[in-house]
């Protein structure tokens, strides 16, 4: 296990959108550079960086063209380098992502594999004979190709230009002879093909990979079992020869994903975490929604318990991501900031998406770029300062990638760090709470001290014995009472709202109240 990961706070960049160095509108490696002092001051020690090769960019790098190459209007590789290098003398890390199960229909692979003479990459992709076949019901496979090559239908995994790298099939149809073996020659050729672009960014000096769709890539592969073996060959040769690098997927079920070999994964919108019950659909943390958070820790504590006793990883939660509105469209600012203490309290790896730190907008209904569609709202650019396209770019406003949120009470960095009271300081001072206190960190226990279904308070402890930590929540408007043990007078670190306090072995919480507590023990 990286030793690194014990105290990762990531910071999640869409590099699109970050900051833009040479006036053409769109965010690039040298503007991530130039930010690196930012992101270190707020106190993120790592960065996940979405795509950022070369790409027709219908979906917006997610169907990469080249994967060795970064896309000119980011950069070069050698900015690349000099981003890993810059990052890890500020003692950060980096992670690229890997976009494993598909590539772009420019890719050469997809290019000659449409031939109809045989060729070394024939098999790179899954092509059916016919152009009819729609392979419905193949679990992985979202959609086909239909007549776009002589060969017939080609397989996708997301939009239709979006083709699956093939790496066989979990049980494939004898009948079938274009279903092939999940251990046959060209399977596995794919796979080495992916091990290779990853030993290529590696060697540069990149600490680790995002996973894009890691849980698709064998496809009929009923329980993912076949493809949990697959990464288990990857997570051998890392753990060999990269054994500081990181791997982190987009699995959306960390059971699954943990046992595969990633060091961490996700909660996410999909999958059977109930993330969405916490910051997003009636959120718990909203004192309007009423909304319930027992499903989520329940299922949380049974996995988290399941995975330490075996081979250990992390749980990881965003704030949000590049594929779901932001946190701020359904809390208020008090609100985030009690999402965030709980974010930064909770045990595996918290995950920032940029913006979220200055409580920037989901701006809906904007139009699609790039095959954004509704994500769009939550990918509009940083918002830094008050000068021209709020200090994104110096571009015309309407030469930007996506336009900058209108409203001139928007959030922005400069601001925020001007008051004291605003979000970004309490996001600051939670993350660095939890850089000096190793109970608040990745790898200590947490018990659930109170925690009934569909009621205030949260309650649970990190840690054990003497720097133990209690964390208490309560976002309804009611004040609460809940007895908690726990002997001599509690050292209050850290609380938002009105201050709670414990009396007589009860902690008082306020409406809109959350507090850190430790106590001292004889
Ligand atoms: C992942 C990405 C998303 C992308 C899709 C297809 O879910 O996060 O943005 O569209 O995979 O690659
Ligand atoms: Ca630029």
Redo the contacts with the bound molecule.
Sequence with gaps: MPQWLKNAVFYQIYPQSFYDTNADGIGDLQGIIAKLDYIQELGCNALWI?PCFESPFH??G??VSDYRKIAPRYGTNEDARNLFAEAHKRGMRVLF?L?A??TSIEHEWFIESMKTEKNAFSERYIWAGTPWERFEGIGGITGSLNGFSERGACAV???ST?PALNYGFAKPDPALSWQIPADSPAARASCGAMIEIMRFWLDMGCDGFRV??AGSLIKGDEGQKETIRFWQGIRKMMDKEYPEAALLS?WGDPERALEAGFHMDFVLHFGPSYYLDLFHEKPFFSAASGGKIARFMENYIRIDTKVRAGKGGYICIPSG???MPRIARRLNVPEIKMAFAFLLSMPGIPFIYYGDEIGMKYRENIPSIE?GFE?TGARTPMQWDSTLNAGFSSAKPEDLYISIDPDKNKPTVEAQKSRPISLWHEVRKLISLRMEHEVLQSDAPIEILHLKPNKCPLVYRRGEGKEAITIAFNPSSKEMSVSISGSGVPKILYTLGSAAFVQNGVLKLPGGSCVFLRFSLE
Aim: glycine content about 10%; proline content about 0%.
């Design positions: 979405n979906d917006a997610y169907d992502d976009v199960g598909h995994n997301f939009f979006q894009d769709m987009e991501n590049h594929d095959g994500r």
